[in-house]
């Protein structure tokens, strides 16, 4: 088989690589891929949201499967394109892609099925935002709707920092049109975790559990980010809650979307917020999340496949998942300023000495070939994943291959996994 990766970040690096090693598969396409994914794949110059090139080259290389990394060309309508030329294609439809694509979309669906979440208000009057702040009271949370790169989201500590946020989305300066519509919610307190299930639209097959570290500094300060670290398994996800977000969360949310006339097909991401034994969902996701997706790949013993075929093909009836008993930890390593403005261009060092290490795998995000070096590209550069037979034995394992790797203004994390080794 011959099948194509669209994406060009961490997630689209251990994609290929999980791929590359099925027994199925003869060639693997990434587009636009990165420095990473050359070395397994066979790159395009063609970005994710041109659709019209993706297609002309699936079709012409006779692509036999193509897997949909990002959110952009799934809410852009990538699968229903496919589709519609007869491709075979790993993602949701368009219509089924507005679970992420629009926040107050997904929050009134979670509110007619009865799926779990903070109490909210959708707004696009100033006025009436403000009244709902004060009503509420700080801290609030204030998001754009649509889709702003995992940065639209704003918790303010004041009712009056709320309001600016809102005046700036509404403005149309924060995240241009995504912010034309706000989605304003309650705070939640409690640990948070990334359920990440396959589904044809009936049958579910949960991923193993894995929390992210959204914020950009150690503790859980600062800024939120793309994601700055995940492991798995996640002990915060015990059988019990796993039951709990299978049956409050999940499957409500498939249904959901079936009766809405929108059938889910492909990874669907839940963001939870778990406390006292209860899960409440911060936000649907219709890709796999990255980093989380590192770590779970690295774990994954079965061939993904053909469970991503069957989802295409709509059928995941006979397919199941197995996974290492290891853990696994990914450190990501940034670029200076990230989350704001970052460097670029500086040449990274250290790379060959990290990729001679056991049970570590070095995923690409921001990184460019420039006179035949690796050097830094985007502000989540790199994401440095290794297996152990326990969480601390992965973090280690990670962090003496972080210790090979450096940059000017390298910028890392280093308590990624803590939250699992508080629970031990
Ligand atoms: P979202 O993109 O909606 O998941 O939000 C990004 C991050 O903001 C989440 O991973 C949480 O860390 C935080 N967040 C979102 N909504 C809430 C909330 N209602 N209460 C507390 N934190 C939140
Ligand atoms: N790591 C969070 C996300 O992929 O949205």
Redesign the pocket.
């Known amino acids: 088989m011959k099948i194509l990766v669209i994406g060009g970040g961490g997630r689209e690096h251990a994609l290929v690589w999980k791929i590359a090693q099925s027994p199925l598969v003869s060639k693997v396409y990434c587009a636009p891929g990165n420095p990473g994914t050359a070395e397994l794949a066979e790159n395009l110059p063609i970005a994710v949201d041109q659709l019209d090139k993706l297609l002309a080259f699936a079709y012409e290389a006779k692509i036999d499967l193509t897997v949909v990394g990002p959110e952009q060309p799934l809410s852009l309508g990538i699968v229903d394109l496919f589709e519609a030329h007869g491709l075979k294609v790993f993602g949701p439809s368009q219509k089924a892609a507005l679970i992420e694509g629009s ?1 107050a979309f997904s929050k009134d669906l979670m509110y007619k099925y009865n799926v779990p979440t ?1 109490a909210y208000g959708v707004f696009t009057d100033l006025a009436e935002a403000e009244d709902f702040i004060k009503r509420t009271g700080a801290p609030i ?1 204030v ?1 754009a709707d649509g889709l702003a790169a ?1 940065k ?2 704003i ?1 303010a500590q004041t009712c009056e920092e709320a309001v600016d946020a809102v005046r700036d989305m509404l403005s149309g300066n924060a995240f241009g049109a995504a912010g034309s519509r706000v989605v304003i ?5 409690g640990e ?1 975790a990334s359920f990440l299930v396959i589904t044809d639209g009936k049958k579910i097959l949960p991923l193993a559990s894995a929390q ?1 570290h ?2 950009i500094f150690d503790g859980d300060q600062g800024p ?1 980010t793309g994601g700055m670290g995940a492991y798995s398994p996640a002990p915060v996800v015990t059988p019990a809650i796993h039951d709990i977000a299978m049956r409050q969360v999940l499957q409500p949310a498939i249904d959901g979307m079936a009766a809405e006339g929108r059938p889910y097909r492909g990874v669907l991401y839940a ?1 939870l ?1 778990v406390k006292d034994g209860e899960v ?1 969902t ?2 649907f996701n219709a890709r796999f999340g990255d980093p989380e997706c590192q770590p779970l790949l690295m774990r994954m013993k079965s061939d993904i496949v053909p469970v991503l075929l069957a989802v295409a093909n709509g059928d995941l009836a006979g397919c199941e998942l197995e996974w290492h008993d290891k853990a696994a930890v990914c450190v990501v390593m940034a670029a200076e300023g990230y989350p704001g403005e970052y460097r670029k261009g500086d040449r990274i060092s250290g790379l060959d000495a990290a990729a001679g290490l056991d049970d570590t795998y070095v995923f690409h995000a921001g990184t460019a070939t420039k006179e035949g070096l690796c050097v830094t590209n985007g502000g989540r550069v790199l994401g440095v994943t290794s297996l152990g037979a326990t969480v601390r034995e992965a973090i280690n394992g990670a962090y003496r291959a972080v210790a090979h790797i450096t940059w000017p203004g390298v910028q890392y994390r280093s308590d990624i996994g803590r939250k699992a080794l508080d629970r031990l």
């Open positions: 926040k903070a949370v998001k995992g639209g989201v918790i919610e309650e705070f939640l307190t948070e992210d959204k914020a939120n963001g917020m409440k911060l936000e």
